[in-house]
């Protein structure tokens, strides 16, 4: 019970004090809209995903970042359609 209660003291104050998830990366924001990004994706490329036919990915096309190879961008196909999500 001692051991809990001190995890507890000294672990919430560092929960308290922990930056927020960074929601952007390499210029394509979660929750935007598929749209803002037309620019770096392969459109040819768009398909539904196997496992969450709710969701639709696109590949990034090589060398929009540099550094990068290769990725892909997952965005919903349902209720909030076109907003990206992955």
Do not use: W
Not at 17 to 46: Q, R, W
Not at 57 to 66: A, I
Request: with cysteine; glycine share 10%.
């Amino acid at each position: 019970m001692k051991y809990l209660i001190l995890f507890l003291i000294l672990a919430i104050p560092g929960f308290a004090g922990a930056a927020k998830m960074p929601l952007s990366l390499a210029g394509i924001t979660l929750g935007e809209d598929i749209s803002t990004i037309g620019d770096f994706c392969d459109s040819e490329s768009d398909l539904p995903l196997a496992d969450e036919r709710h969701l639709n990915e696109m590949l990034l096309r090589p060398g929009f970042v540099p550094g990068i190879m290769n990725g892909s961008v997952a965005y919903a196909s349902c209720s909030q359609k076109g907003r990206i999500v992955r």
